[in-house]
Every structure is written in C-alpha cells, then in structure tokens.
C-alpha cells in the first residue's frame, strides 16, 4: 500500500477506519435493526454460545463489507445476532486472525463494528495454552491482564478521534467489577474459575519450550495467538471488556507431549457445555443490570 494524505491532513499507509465501519454498520443495520448491548468473540471451536441465543438471526461475515473472513478450521466465520432475555446482543462465530496474513485493521474489524453497533461491553474469548502453575487441560480461565507480544498495535497510524484518544490507558482492561460478577458466576455454577495473564502471540506455530519458559518468567499463565489486539481496539473505543481463556492444552514443554489443533478443538468441545452456562450466567447477569 503506498503512502496517501489520509482527512486528517497526514502523510500515512493506513486507511481510516471510521468510513468502512460506518458501511459496514449501515449494511448490517439495514438487515438488522435492533442494536446490542453485549457482543462476544468466540474462539476456536467455543461458537456454540451463539446457538444459545434467543430469535437468532445470522450475518455471515461474508456479507458484511470491508470484512475479512477467517479460513481456520473451527472458526463459523458469522455474526449472530439474538436475545437473552430482554437483552439484545451480538456474538462473532469465529475471528481472524493476524497469522492469517490479514492487517491488523481487518483483525479488530469485527469488534470495532460490534462497539459501532451499539455494544458498550464485549467479552472476548479464546482457546489458549496454560503455562500457568495452577492450570490444566479443561481449565477456564478468567482474563485479568494480557501481554502484547505481537510485534503489532491496531491503533499504529493516525489516531481517528471518533474511536478514541491518541493514548488509551490500560491499566484495567479487564474490567474488575464484570471479572468478579464473573468468579462469582463459576462459583455458583460449581466450578472455579481461575485467573491469570494472557500473552497474546503472532503463531501460528506454537511456541518453543524455551519461549514457554520465558513467557512464564514474564508473568504469563495462558498464551495464544488472539485477544490482545482486539482488547485494545475495544479499550480505545471505550467498552468494558471482559475474557476468557479455554485452557485446551498445556503449553509446549509442560509435558512430555507435542501440541495439535486436534487436541485444541477436542478440550473445547469437552468443556463446551460449562462454557456456555459461564456465558449464558453472565450474560443474564448483565441483562438484569447485576453487574455494576
Ligand atoms: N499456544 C498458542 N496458542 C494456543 C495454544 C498454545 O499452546 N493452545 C491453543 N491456542
């Protein structure tokens, strides 16, 4: 892409996001007229929440302009929009991802337009390995911090000041008050949710023992290949966030083991049906204005 003189009078390579997300939200809002509160990100083989939702209507990412869509096995590739309870909102069935090859623009596309849609609060879920000392296969895990270790930031270029500041904060991300309405959802539920640090990698390999190793000196307890970029965007555009990690493996070195896609989508299809009640219990908490 050569250089152009963006409306904000500066010399960039990057394309303003404000005029695709308005295409996009009239496209989806002329289908679909009724706004959400809620918008979720479903990760690898974690879509079925999406089934849950009441009056569904689905939006294949296909037809959503300026779009991109994801080719990794387990990923739907929709929006779904639907009900829980009185509540209207909106899950993506699947994401893409930068070791796709797509830009980071096209990577947070998806919830930048579900934030332009009307979501103040998104939750954003991902499969990821657990290099934590607590953790184990099957394990969910609540995000309380991330690490950004993409080598990338969607908010690189001219900052567009009808999506945020120049400079977000990040020092909550994670919003603690949905965090804790969360905990004491699992708790509820009969289960313990842990806690922990997500670094968010490039892949999409897995990672090395040795770069496990360094990940745990860093402070990590669950590492994956998503999440951290579109926390960001979401932060710069002002919505709570709230994440989850499926702990589906034990990351490279922690056991004697290799790690394969296979072993990702089959734990979470194990630990499907207690992700969907964390959800659902969630989500009705927050339709009920539960949480503060
Ligand atoms: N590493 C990176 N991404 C992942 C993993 C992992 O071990 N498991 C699921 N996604």
Do not use: F, I, N
């Given at each position: 892409?050569?250089?152009?003189?963006?409306?904000?009078?500066?010399?960039?390579?990057?394309?303003?996001?404000?005029?695709?997300?308005?295409?996009?939200?009239?496209?989806i809002q002329k289908l679909h007229g009724t706004a959400p509160k809620v918008g979720l990100v479903l990760g690898s083989g974690l879509g079925a929440y999406a089934d849950t939702l009441a009056s569904k209507k689905i939006v294949p990412f296909a037809d959503v302009p300026g779009m991109a869509v994801s080719k990794v096995v387990g990923h739907a590739g929709n929006f779904v929009f639907g009900n829980v309870g009185d509540m209207h909102a909106v899950a993506m069935q699947g994401r893409v991802h930068l070791y796709e090859g797509h830009p980071v623009a096209d990577v947070v596309f998806g919830i930048r337009l579900m934030i332009s849609l009307g979501a103040k609060t998104v939750i954003i879920t991902n499969a990821a390995g657990g290099c934590g000392q607590q953790l184990s296969a099957g394990d969910l895990m609540l995000i309380d911090d991330h690490l950004n270790l993409t080598g990338q930031n969607p908010l690189v270029g001219a900052n567009e000041p009808d999506l945020g500041v120049r400079f977000p904060d990040m020092t909550r991300a994670y919003d603690p008050a949905l965090g804790t309405y969360a905990m004491d959802v699992a708790k509820k539920q009969g289960f313990t949710l842990k806690r922990g640090v997500y670094a968010g990698l490039l892949g999409p390999t897995y990672e090395t023992p040795a770069e496990v190793r360094m990940l745990r000196g860093l402070g990590a307890h669950a590492v994956g290949m998503s999440t951290v970029l579109e926390v960001i965007a979401a932060r710069h555009m002002g919505a709570r966030v709230l994440g989850f990690s499926c702990i589906t493996n034990l990351a490279a070195g922690m056991t004697g083991e290799t790690l394969s896609h296979d072993e990702v989508t089959e734990t979470a299809e194990r630990v499907k049906g207690q992700f969907t009640s964390l959800l659902h219990g969630v989500l009705t908490g927050i339709a009920a204005n539960e949480v503060k």
């Open positions: 892409m050569g250089l152009k003189h963006s409306a904000l009078g500066v010399m960039t390579t990057y394309e303003l996001q404000m005029p695709r997300l308005e295409r996009a939200r009239d496209t």
